[in-house]
């Protein structure tokens, strides 16, 4: 059954802001798709022949632009009533069939999208027995796309080709009479008359393959197969992941142009009675005057638009999507997409991220469809945290959050399911904790972390930033902690220290980031933080000593005790460069920058004597300044909130946390926004974004690393900070702030640790349900140092903390507590 339920931002049940949350049964991919067997192939003369070493110094752009040449000989017993062929892949391409030339076609170069699909019918080309298609075809445009997988290196460059013949007409996935793969043969040079049936190709080599076309993840990234959506049979989804209809909450802007819609509402209903209609004055009409609908499905969804046809006739629409409305009316990031209905049969628009869609109806005359909806694209998996609170905003906070990191859960954890659609490891770090507290992955989190460092030996940085190797590290720490498997820390050792080496390689002699690789030295998406700047190698020091010892701490769970001491080492004397050269003698602070003082502050480069002054000098400051020319992303922003609560300064950081995250929920967020301010323009919200060098509405406003907000609330509200590996050591610092009651839960391996708290009187009451194998310290809060703790009725011994203004007990059986000041 479709989902759709009419939603307002601020309204949203929680239960029902993710529409795939209550699919108890989800239909997985595996089960109603066989993968395609046609493969991408190139010349093997410049076929990319593995892994490759990529920087982005070294990355440049390909501008070769010769012709390739391309034949197959196959065999037909007979010739089928109907039979179209599909190339996808290069920019510009000739065909021919049997001598004969049945196709010419051009990309559009400018077009958002980098593969395009170009059929044609081949049925009188064709004749029984042996038969010869030759291509000639230049390079594709390529796709926007970084890592050293040789798959997606070979995308990058654009050197793809698919062929597939189908015994069927266009639009309908037939049986298929050819398909590309190595038995094709690929040259660069061709011979007069190659085009020919009896041209001898002998001499050629044998085609390169990169394998079936939805066969390997790495196909699936940066949007290198948004332009596939009209290739027979494609659905490029991996196995594991799910779908579901959702019907539009609402048909707006209903156009009837030079034609006429009837019945625009049918398409919010399964439910039986007059069919959506649309007729045309001629088969086909300029778009401008087409008929055209917008659907609005409530929430930004990751899926791609299906259409039901119950037409005698063919369909031509156009698409374009939008995560707003004015996103898809203005500047849609996929751009302008046609797509051919068949008669009686279904077709599927380009995957993407979106809340609206555009349609126009540019071809065919009396159309009738029997639905339009999104056929949503998910991962099933299961809410297992929870977080409530007297603050109605901060648990729609807690959800969007939970939300945007589900909607990032495709075939890996990519950074955005719009753009980029690949994995990165500044993204993980945040929405990696927010996954970890919400459903408890393993499976995508494992492959992710995995896929990202790449493998042995290491010789680049993972996705070529060295403070997202940092990040790597302290991704794996916390991954370790939540789950506490071993078995796959140890998977990593090898490749580990070898990292930890090759940071060390990034170090002048006074053991300080100097970029030594050129790498991309990249903290922020801010002013002076982004590009090799003084201000960005102090970040990335700082983001050096918090990976250091967490690689301390994991070898250290491993049992290493050579590589240990090495790098513990080597942290202290990363540490004392950074006090001794980075270092603002005058304040005692790490600079202005709330990111660079937000990370000394958790790296543990700052020690506690320097908070004062660093609140001073920088994070003081924080929600403060109406108009700040030096931006923050949500991403580094769970950073700097991290390091406020550690700071003491849990107060200040609500307040900011409700301006922040709460502004987006203010302006009609259904998932976090890569990039925001407060500050900025709000009649277009959407357009006035920033991030990733650029604004307006390639921002993407469903991104991972936004849903920060998400684990600070279990951190920092309940207090749950994992200290040994899966949870078997805990500790719980619970603090209300200015809110009456909270209470969630954290998934464990041994199951729920269940937190609730209320204020009573001058104290706060503590509810706990500790699992197995978990010892807990709860540092309750106390009006005064002498202040007795009762377990369950009982006065237990504690240790004063913090000054007095807490206690701590220590609690080791799994059990139901209530905790209380006496």
Known sequence: MAIAQALKPAE?????????????????????????????????????????????????????????????????????????????????????????????????????????????????????????????????????????????????????????????????????????????????SAGNGWQNAGFDDKSWPSADSLGPIEGHIDLLQWNADAGMYDWPGYDGISSFLAQAPLLPVSVEHVYGGVGTIQNADALKSNSSGSEFSVDLPSAQVDNTDAPQIILDFGRNTNGRLHFVSDSDSAATVTVQYGESDAEALKQPYLGENALY???????????????????????????????????????????????????????????????????????????????????????????????????????????????????????????????????????????????????????????????????????????????????????????????????????????????????????????????????????????????????????????????????????????????????????????????????ITPYYNYYVISAMAKMGHRAETLDWIRQYWGGMVDEGATSFWEGYDPSWYKDDAHGSLQADNMSGYRVSLAHGWSSGVTPWLMEEVLGIHATGPGFSTVDIRPDLIDLAWAKGGEPTPHGMLNVSLKKEGQGTAISLDLPSQTEARISVPVTNAGAQITVNSKTTQSESAENGTRAVVTIKEAGHYEIAAQ
């Open 12 to 188: 949203i049940p929680l239960d029902q802001l993710d529409p795939t949350r209550s699919i108890t049964q989800p239909q997985l991919e595996s089960a109603t798709h066989k993968q395609l067997p046609e493969e991408y192939i190139w010349t093997q003369q410049d076929a990319v022949k593995s892994d490759a070493l990529l920087t982005y110094e070294g990355l440049k752009e390909n501008e070769e632009t010769g012709p390739h040449f391309f034949r197959r000989e196959f065999d037909l017993g007979d010739v089928p009533a109907a039979a179209t062929l599909y190339l996808a892949g290069p920019r510009s391409v000739r065909v021919f069939v049997n001598g004969q030339q049945v196709g010419q076609f051009q990309s559009n170069l400018d077009s958002p999208i980098g593969v395009h699909v170009f059929p044609m019918d081949v049925t009188r080309a064709l004749h029984a027995g042996k038969n010869v298609i030759a291509i000639e075809a230049v390079r594709g445009g390529g796709v926007n796309g970084f890592n050293n997988s040789r798959l997606t290196v070979q995308l990058t460059m654009g050197k793809i080709l698919a062929v597939k013949l189908v015994s069927a007409p266009r639009g309908v996935n037939g049986p298929a009479l050819l398909i590309s793969d190595k038995s094709w043969k690929a040259s660069m």
């Open 341 to 631: 209905i068949p008669p009686h049969g279904s077709a599927f628009a380009p995957k993407s991220t979106f809340r609206y869609a555009i349609i126009r109806f540019v071809g065919g005359q009396k159309l009738r469809f029997k639905s339009i909806d999104n056929d949503l694209i998910y991962y099933p998996v299961k809410y297992q945290g929870s977080f409530e609170s007297s603050d109605p905003k901060l648990n729609l906070m807690w959800t969007i959050g939970a939300y945007t990191a589900h909607l990032c859960m495709q075939d890996d954890i990519w950074d955005a399911p719009k753009r980029d659609r690949g994995r990165w490891m500044g993204d993980l770090d945040v929405s990696g904790r927010t996954i970890n507290d919400s459903f408890y992955d393993h499976f995508l989190m494992e492959d992710t972390l995995d896929r990202l460092m790449g493998p042995a030996p290491i010789r680049q940085h993972v996705n070529g930033i060295a403070g997202y190797s940092a990040f790597w590290i302290t991704g794996e720490a916390e991954y370790y902690r939540h789950m506490g498997d071993k078995k796959q820390l140890m998977s990593f050792h090898d490749r580990l220290v070898d990292l930890m080496h090759y940071m060390e390689t990034e170090l002048d002699n006074r053991n300080l980031y100097a970029n030594n690789h050129k790498s991309w030295p990249f903290v922020d998406w801010s002013q002076e933080l982004n590009g090799d700047t003084p201000e960005a190698r102090r970040g990335t020091q700082l983001e050096f000593i918090a990976a250091f010892a967490q690689g301390v701490y994991l070898l250290n769970e491993m049992g290493d005790k050579v590589n240990a001491p090495l790098f513990a080492k080597k942290l202290d004397d990363l540490k004392a460069a950074a006090k001794k050269y980075l270092l603002d003698k005058q304040t005692n602070s790490y600079g202005d920058r709330w990111q660079v003082n937000a990370m000394a502050v958790l790296s543990g480069a700052a020690d506690p004597s320097q908070y004062d002054d660093i609140w001073k000098a920088s994070l003081g400051s924080v929600g403060k300044i109406k108009y700040n020319a030096l931006i």
